[in-house]
């Protein structure tokens, strides 16, 4: 791709394999479940009760084995054990750090690795998930974005990051006991690798599955989801998602936003702002967030905390300033403290929160946009890179 070729969905056109061998339940929505069950044999009659014992033991109760799902006929449960599996990510290492956070690497269908990341705070629990292994985008700053896209992930392997996270953090209730109020992994942020809004529906049918009452449900105020700018998804994502969404927007000029986030030169600011601004969601209680990476000497200016707060005028927001995570190889450096807390105050006395995001992990490169899997092969040159950021000119 040259810097002035379109970025495309060219995710889409990947061929996909079809499954071989039984076929997974995780990821499957309600509707899908059904039809699969009936398929294979479930009496028409039976199958929405079927589906909703199923839908429990799988989401509610972390169960993965037919055997276990004891309000089945034992030859129900056979049959079943012989067409379906119930299959989460596998956990191939996990690291914790210092503060806590935890990093998952969990290993996909074909080998690939995407990383996970939980970190606790002391009034919530969140989880980092990724929507792709590597990223279209190309993104300047971000490590993702020097990876090449290798695939899509499937709505089972979206759905699956939370499971294993489940798994390892204990949160299953014990079978049979009273429900466990106990919330350690309490909101999900699709920030990890990939641009959630160009793996649309594996997204929201994983993000569907999250929300169902009778399983992992989470409100869909504690999911949030984050993209560059897709912006004819947008509206999408309020109508079928409904979850919160927050813009990486990083930048008050379309001159400096077309070389850290490139899709700007696809969909601009104005446009952005537009679609923003028709976001059927916002409203006071539900407010966009606005991401924004302090870059030093490039986007950290205090007329461009001016300019950003007259661009999202009239729209509810919040502006969440990351100071930059360092990988090796990044062209940029982090803002200083003072710089990033001079940009916060103009923010703050313009009547928005600005929380400043505390870099989680740091240790085990887990914070936002350190995560890339270190076994691909598949990379991006940093002279591509350039290139495609227009950094070069
Ligand atoms: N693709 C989506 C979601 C993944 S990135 C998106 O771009 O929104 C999650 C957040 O981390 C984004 O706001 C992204 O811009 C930010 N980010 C990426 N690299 C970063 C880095 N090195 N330091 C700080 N934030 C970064
Ligand atoms: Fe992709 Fe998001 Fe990274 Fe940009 S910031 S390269 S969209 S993961």
Known sequence: MSATAPITQDVMTLP???PEGPINLVGLTRAQLRETLIAHGTPEKQAKMRTGQIWQWIY????????????????YRADLA????????????????????????????????????????TDRGTLCISSQVGCTLTCSFCH???QKLVRNLTAGEIIGQVMVARDDLGEWPEIGAPKNETRLLSNIVLMGMGEPLYNFDAVRDAMKI?????????????????????VPEIAKTAEEIGCMLAISFHATTNEVRDKLVPINKKWNIEALLDALRAYPKASNSERITFEYVMLKGVNDSDEDARRLIQLIKGIPAKINLIPFNEWPGAPYQRSDWKR????????????????IRTPRGEDIMAACGQLKSATERARKSRAQIAAEAGLNG
């Open 16 to 18: 996909r394999k079809l």
């Open 60 to 75: 509610e109760k972390g169960v993965r084995s037919f055997d276990e799902m004891t309000n089945l006929a034992k030859a």
């Open 82 to 121: 012989e067409k379906f599996v119930v299959e989460v990510p596998e956990v191939v290492s996990k690291q914790v750090s210092d503060d806590g956070t935890r990093k998952y690497l969990v290993k996909i269908a074909g080998g690939h690795e995407v990383e996970v990341v939980y970190i606790p705070e």
């Open 144 to 146: 993702t974005g020097t």
């Open 210 to 230: 999250a929300m169902d009452p009778e399983g992992i449900s989470l409100s869909r105020r504690r999911i949030t989801l984050s993209t560059s700018g897709v």
């Open 340 to 355: 990033i807390k001079a940009f916060a105050n103009i923010i703050y006395h313009a009547g928005y929160a600005s929380p």
